[in-house]
């Protein structure tokens, strides 16, 4: 809609229907992105920090190369279009951990909501998160204004100056994905955090430009996964939280099926069901990995074997 707008109101139409929908679409990829591999949580959210990294600095050259073979904006946007049609398609074909939940001991979703917001945890995480962002998109859109009205910078020096602090950002969000298959991700942001309490103070003292640059890239480093990492903890929070409020709230079916027909894949939606075809039961758990699961499935399977040798009067 955007590409094809003819003048103002109709550009301004194609905002308001797209942003809504970009917005519900990020939430929901990135909590199902979560769901999909609770083991591998966090690295799954340095994975999306990174690739979101890729586009935050191939868009702007994809829109100047544009403009600068004559294409324009709105070619560009129309080529995205198109580019995103395979990819709603494919969506269809991923087996993700969709449901309603059942059972008298569901929350509902404005109990949640308040009991989520009184968890201490839940709500360190989010200040965490907020107070991370302070050397995170807020600094990025106070920098050039603080080089050029307090440092008395040129605007060409404040625009290098973005430019190293987001390539920076850049090499550390890829380099976080393999850095945290060694390195706990706590630990991670104690020493980086101490390291920006050192740095960023530096930059505002630096007396040269030299000297800017290169603390500037060093603080581009040092906040690579501030936002990841908090954010995956919070996730982990939500669903550790939900867990021990309504422990009988885990069983969750897919959205027009039966309670005995199939379930959906992903380890956040697993359920204390019978695995050998019997009536299932009341949920006892919510199991947040697949070896959890794993273990309620043997065990509720050797239950159901006993019960049957028992009716039949055979030896288990």
Known sequence: MSATAIGFW?????????????????????ASLMDSDPPARERN?????????????AGPVLIAASVAVGVGWRGVLGLLAVAALPLALAV????????????????????????????????????????ADLLGDVFHGLLALYLVDVAGSSPVTAA????????????????????????????????????????YPAFLLAPSKPARL????????????????????LYAALLAGAARRWPSAG????????????????????????????????ARTVCPDAASSRLIALRQTAESRISACSLSGGVP
């Open 160 to 199: 290098l100056a973005v430019a190293v602090w987001t390539g920076a950002g850049f090499v550390g969000d890829l380099a976080l994905v393999a850095l945290l298959r060694h390195v706990d991700s706590r630990a991670y942001l104690r020493v980086s955090a101490a390291a920006a309490l050192v740095c």
């Open 10 to 30: 109709t550009l301004l139409v194609a905002q308001l229907v797209g942003n809504p929908t970009s917005g519900a679409f990020v939430s929901l990829a990135q």
């Open 251 to 282: 069983r969750r079916v897919p959205l027009g099926g039966s309670p005995g027909g199939a379930r959906p894949a992903g380890p956040a939606v697993r359920t204390g069901t019978d695995d050998v075809g019997s009536r299932p039961r009341s």
């Open 92 to 131: 269809r074909r991923l087996s993700l951990p969709i449901g309603h939940e059942e059972g008298g001991g569901s929350p509902s979703r404005l109990a949640g909501l308040v009991a989520a917001v009184r968890d201490r945890e839940v709500v360190r995480w989010l200040a965490l998160l907020q107070a």
């Open 45 to 57: 959210m340095a994975r999306w920090t990174a690739v979101g990294s890729v586009g935050y600095i």
């Open 214 to 233: 290169a603390l500037l890239a060093a603080l581009g480093l040092l906040n690579s996964g501030w936002y990841a990492l908090p954010k995956a903890g």
